[in-house]
T-cell receptor, first 111, second 112 residues
Framework: RKEVEQDPGPFNVPEGATVAFNCTYS??????FFWYRQDCRKEPKLLMS???SGNEDGRFTAQLNRASQYISLLIRDSKLSDSATYLC????????????FGTGTSLTVIP | NAGVTQTPKFQVLKTGQSMTLQCAQD?????MYWYRQDPGMGLRLIYY???????DKGEVPNGYNVSRLNKREFSLRLESAAPSQTSVYFC???????????FGPGTRLTVL
């Protein structure tokens, strides 16, 4: 079983829409969770960390469900500039705290 | 602050050639990492250095070696390149293990 799994999409949504991505992880001992954004042919950039109580940063909301071992990212009022691939990242404390990256979910926001 | 820098940006090698990818960070981070990214596979950890003076294997270390030259610099060496090593290589750093990682712009390597 993969450490981290994401629906690859693509998600094609109109401007202003709300879109949500989910990501499941396999190791119940994981403690660190992040969402990264990656534009085409660029490096991944940290979008936000995911905290146990859930957290919000402007139009972006991240949530963690430890019981079901998934994290989610909600984007409200989508902008054209949100078009990118979103990577779910989870640590594994059993392997020296290595990070495991999902394969990414592709989002295109359409005018 | 340049953040994380990598050289070269692009490289083409023939099978059996060797090369070293360079990475440097100016954020005074303790931990540094090398990943490769292949289509449909996500980023996979090759080697990492939790702190200056230590290095450890990641998920896909075969065919690579690393050197943590000092706190700022972490290099990745391919001793005898193979076509299977064609990939995009990213270096990253973090304040310490488990913290958010910051990535360099990547090196696109093609092995013919």
């Amino acid at each position: 079983r993969k450490e981290v799994e994401q629906d690859p999409g693509p998600f094609n949504v109109p401007e202003g829409a709300t879109v949500a991505f989910n990501c499941t992880y396999s190791n119940s001992a994981s403690q660190s969770f992040f969402w990264y954004r990656q534009d085409c042919r660029k490096e991944p950039k940290l979008l936000m960390s995911v905290y146990s109580s859930g957290n919000e940063d402007g139009r972006f909301t991240a949530q963690l469900n430890r019981a079901s071992q998934y994290i989610s990212l909600l984007i409200r009022d989508s902008k054209l500039s949100d078009s990118a691939t979103y990577l779910c990242v989870v640590n594994n404390p059993n392997t020296g705290n290595q990070f495991y990256f999902g394969t990414g979910t592709s989002l295109t926001v359409i005018p | 602050n340049a953040g994380v820098t990598q050289t070269p940006k692009f490289q083409v090698l023939k099978t059996g050639q060797s090369m070293t990818l360079q990475c440097a960070q100016d954020m005074n981070h303790n931990s540094m990492y090398w990943y490769r990214q292949d289509p449909g596979m996500g980023l996979r950890l090759i080697y990492y250095s939790a702190s200056e003076g230590t290095t450890d294997k990641g998920e896909v270390p075969n065919g690579y070696n690393v050197s943590r030259l000092n706190k700022r610099e972490f290099s990745l060496r391919l001793e005898s390149a193979a076509p299977s090593q064609t990939s995009v290589y990213f270096c990253a750093s973090s304040h310490r293990e488990g913290n958010e990682q910051f990535f360099g712009p990547g090196t696109r390597l093609t092995v013919l």
